[in-house]
Every structure is written in structure tokens, then in C-alpha cells.
């Protein structure tokens, strides 16, 4: 085939996610294995999304409401600003992707940390931007860095709290500091896909009505606390102008029928969401004393993942936990060769991961 295919189209690396439990149970014929790799909840799904969806199935052969009404009413409520102000996703990643294509035209420059989650980069190349990557100041964000990146060309600045994979957060003081020395044409996304995790009293939380005076772009996602990942729902907060712009680059119906439902009942099941953040304060405080106990070296997260240093390659490491029945992160593609990136799982799964890791490091 002679394709003119853009070149800044062939250099991405595509997106590679958390292996599936279908997949490792295919090729390894494994029964029972577990999947610690992609941040999800191991409670499963509310409840109360499980009911919404069962009644929503009837309606299938409908298109969904375009407008997202309920949901977007629902996700106003809850965050105390109006409806003007959300606009839905197939997944936060669907937000990602708008945001890059509503403010973004190629030569245009977007600022990201290095390491962060990788769409940011990716969605931003294959707009034709040119991305600056700002190494991280250790595991955290160095926002006075990013700051010093900016150009008139600078259209978006990625700030992910807490920072996937690292798990740090920044502060509300760090976070004005570095507004402050912002100019205006630059949009600001605040990526807070983990944030009911943190529990830092300093941790930066956006979305609030004042925020919305000001070029700001709160993210949020149903996939983690909420447990709904398989349907594909997020949202972002901003001003209303800005939300109109997205409206323009959205697809007509670009959340399903039964994700809306879902994502709207969940919202109201805050039992579910608090089991979900219990487990993962209670399943990391375990995990850390294991890895204590192993003399392992970990990192310290407010998320409900964790890095674990491995001291050797990764990917290897990855491969033999495979065997195990037990799916990690290796963080070679997050320039971390020798960590790995686990999530907590239910209490019996982050007992199995600590025997298989023992198992594996010991071979
Ligand atoms: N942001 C971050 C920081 C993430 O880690 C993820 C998922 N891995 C997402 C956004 C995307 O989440 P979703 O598209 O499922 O809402």
C-alpha cells in the first residue's frame, strides 16, 4: 500500500494496556489467575450500577441521550456547579482526547510530567503537537519546571494528582504557586482519575466553583472508585466556555445508554464508595508491611497503586509473575525498567501477589 501517512502518526508507540485475565489464562492455560495491572476496583461494581443497568437493557435498540441529561445533572449536584460546566466521556480518556482537539492544532506545543499516564502524550502526538515531557523532581511533579516550559505556542498543561505511576500528589499551595506564573492562553487539565484515594489534608482537589473562573480542566473518571471500567464513563469540570468548545469536537453520542445509567446510580451509592476506599487505605498499609517484611523497596502512594522496585528487569519480573497466575505492571514504558506498578486488590489477591512475588524473587 503507498499511504501518506504522517509521520508524527507513525512515531507513536500505541498505547499498551494492563494484560487482560482472559488473555493470561489463554496462553498459559491458568485457572483463577489474578490481575493486580490496570488500577481497577477488585470490589467489582456498585450494586446500584448492576440495577441501573438491568433496567436500562430493554431500551437498547434507543440512542442514548446525546445530551447525557441525567447524568450530567447528577455529576453537576454532586460537584456544586452547573450543568454548563460538565461535559461526559467514553472514559476520561474520550475527555483527553477532546481537549487535544478543540485547543491543539499541529506545532502547537502541550506540557506533560514525565512519567504520567501515557495518553496525554500520545493523544497530543497524534495532534501534531509537540510535547514537552518535564522529568519529574523524584516521583513528584516538578511544577516550577513546567512552569518554565511554557511558550506563546503552549496550548495544554497535564497536571496528573495524584500522579499515575507514581502515586504523588501536589499541594494546593504548590498548585497556586504554579497558576500564578501561568499565562492566559494556556488551558490547565488537572487529571484527578485517583483522587477519592488520597488522603494528604494538602492534596490539591479542583472542580470547585471557583475554579471555574479560570482556564482549569478538572478530569474525573468512573473506572477506578466506581468501579465501572469496562463502561467506559468520565467527566471534566470547567468553565462553561470551554465546555462548549469540547461540545463541538464531542461525538453525538459518545456515552452509552447503559454506562449513563450506571455511572448516574453510582454516584448515589456512597456505601460502595467508601468499601472502595477502605479497601485500598487497608490493602496498602498490608502490602507495605509485606514488602517491609521482605525488605523489598517500595514506594509510598496516595493512590491505589504502588510501585515496588524490583531491582531487576521488569519485564522479567512481569513474566515469571505471569506464571504465577498474578498480572502486574512492568514500568519499562514508563522509563522505570526495574519497577513494577501494582494496584490493590481484595485481601486474598494481595496475599497471593506477595507468596508469587516472594516466589519470583527468590528464583
Ligand atoms: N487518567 C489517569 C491518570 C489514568 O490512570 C487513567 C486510566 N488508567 C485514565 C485517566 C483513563 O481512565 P478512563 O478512560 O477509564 O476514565
Redesign the pocket.
Known amino acids: 500500500m503507498k499511504l501518506m501517512i504522517p509521520d508524527h502518526i507513525r512515531a507513536i508507540s500505541p498505547y499498551v494496556p494492563g494484560k487482560p485475565l482472559e488473555e493470561l489464562e489463554r496462553e498459559y492455560g491458568i485457572r483463577n489467575s489474578i490481575k493486580l495491572a490496570?488500577?481497577e476496583n477488585p470490589l467489582g461494581p456498585s450494586p446500584r450500577a448492576l440495577e441501573a443497568i438491568g433496567k436500562g437493557l430493554s431500551s437498547l435498540h434507543r440512542y442514548p441521550d446525546g445530551a447525557g441529561h441525567d447524568l450530567i445533572q447528577k455529576i453537576a449536584r454532586v460537584n456544586d456547579v452547573a450543568p454548563e460546566n460538565v461535559v461526559i466521556g467514553n472514559?476520561?480518556?474520550?475527555i483527553i482526547a477532546m481537549l487535544v482537539q478543540a485547543f491543539v492544532r499541529p506545532g502547537n506545543r502541550v506540557i506533560v510530567p514525565l512519567p504520567s499516564?501515557l495518553?496525554y502524550d500520545i493523544a497530543a502526538t497524534a495532534a501534531g503537537a509537540v510535547v514537552d515531557r518535564v522529568p519529574l523532581d523524584g516521583l513528584g511533579l516538578d511544577l516550577t519546571a513546567m512552569a518554565e516550559r511554557v511558550t506563546a505556542d503552549t496550548r495544554l498543561i497535564f497536571v496528573?494528582n495524584p500522579n499515575?505511576p507514581t502515586g504523588t500528589v501536589v499541594t494546593r499551595a504548590a498548585f497556586e504557586n504554579f497558576m500564578a506564573r501561568l499565562p492566559d492562553h494556556v488551558v490547565v487539565v488537572v487529571?484527578e482519575?485517583?483522587i477519592e484515594f488520597a488522603k494528604n489534608p494538602d492534596c490539591l482537589k479542583t472542580g470547585s466553583p471557583a475554579d471555574l473562573t479560570r482556564p482549569l480542566v478538572t478530569?474525573r473518571?468512573f473506572?477506578k472508585a466506581y468501579g465501572l471500567?469496562g463502561l467506559?464513563v468520565?467527566y471534566g469540570i470547567m468553565p462553561a466556555e470551554l465546555a462548549g468548545l469540547l461540545h463541538r469536537v464531542r461525538l453525538p453520542f459518545n456515552v452509552n445508554a447503559l454506562a449513563q445509567a450506571a455511572a448516574a446510580a453510582a454516584l448515589d451509592d456512597r456505601d460502595f464508595l467508601e468499601r472502595s476506599v477502605r479497601l485500598v487505605h487497608d490493602g496498602l498499609e498490608s502490602l507495605y508491611t509485606a514488602m517491609d517484611c521482605m525488605e523489598q523497596v517500595y514506594f509510598k502512594s496516595e493512590s491505589n497503586f504502588f510501585l515496588i522496585d524490583v531491582n531487576q528487569p521488569a519485564d522479567e519480573v512481569f513474566e515469571k509473575m505471569l506464571r504465577q497466575g498474578v498480572i502486574v505492571r512492568s514500568m519499562r514504558a514508563y522509563g522505570y525498567p526495574n519497577y513494577i506498578r501494582i494496584n490493590v486488590g481484595l485481601e486474598e489477591e494481595n496475599r497471593r501477589f506477595v507468596r508469587a512475588l516472594e516466589t519470583v524473587l527468590q528464583s
Open positions: 490496570s488500577n472514559g476520561s480518556d474520550d499516564f495518553m496528573c499515575n487529571d482519575a485517583y478530569l473518571t473506572s471500567a467506559r468520565g
